[in-house]
């Protein structure tokens, strides 16, 4: 089944439709929730808080469209939501990240450099650049999640990039001293 049968049958209450959409889609949530939280733990929560909602709120889902930014609306608010009640998020453990640079290019970045500069970002520029990098959705899809305009999105990422840049840049610059 696609996507829009999937989402009609759990509509009308498949649980087994509605755990293979949630099956379909987990890795881009968690992904989305570790980049923006920073930690396993935290990561679970709000991937748990997601799910719950998106089980709540399946009714409301137009099935004639994409399911994946429906779900990362839900999680973007979700993770707005907890930055609020938490704070900042807090930078995860090393290895590498690959972050797209643009629509062509991969550039390697050590993992806990890049995370613990996103930490630094404000949540509402930290999720677009999360949602453009990492997840991979595209400005019109974040505007969608973000309930911003496309523009406003395109702003945000391209903030968030230059910041990330100047932050790991100094800190390069302070390790080559």
């Not at 049968?5 to 099956?23: I, S, T």
């Given at each position: 089944?696609?996507?829009?049968?999937?989402?009609?049958?759990?509509?009308?209450?498949?649980?087994?439709?509605?755990?293979?959409?949630?099956?379909?889609?987990?890795?881009?949530?968690?992904?989305?929730?570790?980049?923006?939280?920073?930690?396993?733990e935290d990561a679970?929560?709000?991937?748990?808080?997601?799910?719950?909602?998106?089980?709540?709120?399946?009714?409301?889902?137009?099935?004639?469209?994409?399911?994946?930014?429906?779900?990362?609306?839900?999680?973007?608010?979700e993770a707005l939501?907890?930055?609020?009640?938490?704070?900042?998020?807090?930078?995860?453990?090393?290895?590498?990240?690959?972050?797209?640079?643009?629509?062509?290019?991969?550039?390697?970045?050590?993992?806990?450099?890049?995370?613990?500069?996103?930490?630094r970002l404000m949540?509402?520029?930290?999720?677009?650049?999360?949602?453009?990098?990492?997840?991979?959705?595209?400005?019109?899809?974040?505007?969608?999640?973000?309930?911003?305009?496309?523009?406003?999105?395109?702003?945000?990422?391209?903030?968030?990039?230059?910041?990330?840049?100047?932050?790991?840049?100094?800190?390069?610059?302070?390790?080559?001293?």
């Amino acid at each position: 089944m696609n996507d829009h049968e999937l989402a009609r049958a759990a509509q009308r209450g498949d649980p087994e439709a509605f755990g293979e959409l949630m099956h379909r889609y987990q890795h881009p949530l968690y992904r989305l929730a570790y980049r923006f939280c920073g930690t396993a733990e935290d990561a679970d929560d709000l991937c748990q808080e997601c799910l719950l909602r998106a089980f709540r709120e399946i009714h409301r889902f137009d099935a004639r469209r994409p399911f994946l930014p429906w779900l990362m609306k839900l999680a973007s608010q979700e993770a707005l939501r907890l930055a609020k009640a938490r704070g900042a998020a807090r930078p995860g453990e090393s290895g590498y990240l690959l972050l797209r640079d643009g629509e062509e290019t991969a550039v390697p970045l050590e993992k806990d450099r890049v995370l613990m500069s996103l930490g630094r970002l404000m949540p509402e520029v930290r999720l677009p650049v999360i949602l453009r990098f990492v997840v991979g959705l595209t400005f019109r899809e974040i505007a969608e999640c973000t309930g911003q305009r496309p523009q406003s999105v395109a702003f945000r990422v391209s903030r968030g990039t230059l910041v990330l840049r100047g932050a790991l840049d100094r800190e390069r610059e302070a390790q080559d001293r």
